[in-house]
């Protein structure tokens, strides 16, 4: 199985931001360290304009390239302006590309980033610069005439972004699956929107997602699943208002991982968002979405301990 990163353009915050982003330091230590031998990790390459182009305006990729975004702007991406963001956003975008193509030789693969739902045609928005799974998809639909492509969004935040910029493609369906009262306040249209009350924890979360699936299966046949697995839906995430378990997480990613088998369908598994205050739990979370990948194709028969560290 391959997994790519985008860890070579450390970015810098504002020592009170709200965005982890050393979790993704430490979910790829995690990953060397539990799966070495096992998959294979890779640095993904920069995505070039060209790629951004097939998910948002060219102006828009000008202006944020050369950093000629407004304060309004620069305020709705929710980080500062630096070379290093914008690069590793393209990496990023780049580590989704490349999974895609794995996945489609060997039936799934990972990004250890990506899933930055909320970037639209022309806007970046809440910590999403470029539409990684958008772009990924456009491209694919381009290069295949017989590919259908399913976006499972299991993130907390709606996929606002992935349903504006698809919404006139054919040969698409856009599931999200998130809490009702939070971010965007103003929602898209996707194919199917599950919204969920404040405080929904595993057992009405699962129903919900068992109910949205099988809604999909009676209308979409796909052949590539983008599957955004954040782990903001956790109960100690700060920004989000659902109340999931670890465990609940895993039989989340479980069914998502059954359904795309039962479709004969290639998956993509992107991180999505997590917020809470301790990044090493953050990792621990997304690293059991790419644990629980391994496991469900049976790419061989691991040590369950080993895997769920």
Not at 31 to 44: D, F, P, T
Not at 102 to 125: M, P
Not at 197 to 219: I, M
Request: hydrophobic residues 35%; glycine residues 8%; contains cysteine.
């Amino acid at each position: 199985m391959h997994v790519f990163t985008s860890e070579e353009f450390p970015v810098s915050l504002p020592q009170q931001h709200r965005f982890p982003m050393q979790k993704y330091r430490i979910l790829r230590s995690m990953v060397e360290n539990n799966l070495r031998g096992r998959v294979i990790l890779e640095s993904a390459k920069l995505a070039n304009s060209s790629d951004l182009e097939l998910g948002h305006s060219k102006e828009y990729v000008e202006k944020v390239l050369a950093g000629n975004l407004t304060r309004h702007e620069i305020q709705k991406m929710g980080f500062p302006w630096s070379h290093n963001l914008v690069s590793r956003a393209r990496q990023s975008v780049g580590a989704t590309l490349a999974a895609t193509r794995c996945a489609k030789k060997e039936k799934v693969s990972i990004s250890l980033a990506g899933g930055t739902h909320h970037a639209r045609y022309e806007q970046a928005s809440g910590f999403c610069l470029f539409n990684d799974v958008a772009i990924a998809t456009i491209r694919e639909l381009k290069e295949n005439n017989e590919s259908t492509v399913l976006i499972i969004d299991c993130d907390v935040h709606q996929g606002d972004g992935t349903s504006e910029i698809l919404v006139e493609y054919g040969r698409t369906y856009t599931l999200s699956l998130h809490s009702a009262r939070n971010f965007p306040h103003k929602k898209a249209i996707s194919d199917h929107d599950i919204e969920l009350p404040d405080g929904t924890e595993d057992t009405e979360y699962l129903e919900q997602l068992a109910n949205g699936l099988s809604k999909v299966r009676g209308e979409f046949a796909p052949s590539l699943i983008f599957y955004n697995a954040g782990v903001d839906v956790h109960k100690n995430d700060r920004l989000g208002r659902l109340k999931l378990s670890k465990k609940g997480l895993r039989q989340r990613d479980f069914m998502v991982y059954d359904f795309a088998r039962d479709c004969s369908a290639s998956l993509v598994a992107v991180m999505g968002g997590g917020y809470g205050s301790n990044a090493a739990q953050i990792a621990e979370l997304h690293y059991q979405t790419v644990a629980e990948a391994y496991r469900s194709w049976g790419l061989v028969n691991l040590d369950s301990e080993r895997l769920s560290k």
